[in-house]
Structures are given as structure tokens and as C-alpha cells.
């Protein structure tokens, strides 16, 4: 990891792990997810080429679309940011579920709301967008 990916990984830990959660907390993840929504409508991801790009520039880790469906599609997260959050024990991704959830709603031209399920096994994380 180059030094540059260190500092954006460390400032998202910083943030999202411990300094939201401290100023929201209970209300974490469902700012977040508004958020990841919000962040998704200011940057155009509505198709999941952008999205999945944005999610390694932001090092947020690998989007990779596992399954679509007629009323829905299933993304899987992975990579070495998702192992390390879940090694430290964080196991908040409603930013991400919140942003996939707005880019189907764009892409699909219906209402969408994402659900999360994490694999502590595989270390991924399985984020099922319903439209």
C-alpha cells in the first residue's frame, strides 16, 4: 500500500470508526446511510463502474456485483480495508449500503433500500440492494 492509500485507509478509520460514532452514537447508522446517499447523488455513481471505482479510491474496498435479480442486486465487499475493520471489531457499513442503495435506485429508475450481512468467515461483507 503506497503511502498515500495509508493516510486516506487511516483518515476513514479516524472518521467513520471512532469520531462519528462518538459524536452520532446511535444515531450512526442511519446518518450514514443518508449520507452514503447523499455522497452517491453529488458524485454521479449511478452506474456501478463509478461506484466500484470511487469505493477503491476512497479505499473503502473492492464492490463487485455478486448477483442481480429482478428485484434486486447483491454486492459483495472485500479487501484488506474490510479484513481490517472487522479485525478491529468495527462492523458499521451503513455509508456503503447507503451509497449502493441510491446508485440502484438511480440505475434502476425505482425506490431502493440496502441491506447489510457481514461473513466474519470470508471477511466480506454482503450489502442486497431491493428495488
Same mark, same amino acid.
Given at each position: *500500500?503506497?503511502?498515500h492509500?495509508?493516510h &486516506?485507509?487511516? &483518515?476513514?478509520? %479516524?472518521?467513520?470508526?471512532? %469520531? ?17 446517499k447523499?455522497?452517491?447523488r $453529488?458524485?454521479? %455513481?449511478?452506474e ?7 469505493? $477503491? *479510491?476512497a479505499?473503502?474496498?473492492n464492490l463487485t456485483i455478486?448477483k442481480e435479480?429482478?428485484?434486486? &442486486?447483491i454486492?459483495?465487499l ?12 468495527s462492523? /458499521?457499513f451503513?455509508?456503503?449500503?447507503? *451509497?449502493?442503495?441510491?446508485?440502484? +435506485?438511480q440505475?434502476r429508475?425505482?425506490?431502493? +433500500?440496502?441491506?447489510?450481512?457481514i461473513?466474519?468467515k $470470508? /471477511?466480506? &461483507? ?5 428495488f
Amino acid at each position: *500500500m503506497s503511502e498515500h492509500n495509508e493516510h &486516506v485507509y487511516f &483518515v476513514n478509520q %479516524l472518521y467513520r470508526d471512532f %469520531l462519528l460514532p462518538t459524536i452520532l452514537g446511535g444515531d450512526t447508522p442511519a446518518i450514514l446511510y443518508w449520507a452514503g446517499k447523499r455522497i452517491t447523488r $453529488k458524485y454521479a %455513481l449511478s452506474e456501478f463502474e463509478d461506484l466500484s471505482e470511487f469505493f $477503491k *479510491m476512497a479505499e473503502f474496498g473492492n464492490l463487485t456485483i455478486v448477483k442481480e435479480r429482478r428485484s434486486s &442486486v447483491i454486492f459483495s465487499l472485500s479487501g484488506q480495508p474490510i479484513s481490517d475493520r472487522l479485525a478491529a471489531g468495527s462492523r /458499521e457499513f451503513s455509508l456503503e449500503s447507503g *451509497m449502493i442503495a441510491e446508485a440502484v +435506485e438511480q440505475n434502476r429508475g425505482r425506490s431502493a +433500500e440496502a441491506e447489510i450481512a457481514i461473513d466474519d468467515k $470470508k /471477511e466480506t &461483507v454482503q450489502i442486497t440492494a431491493f428495488f
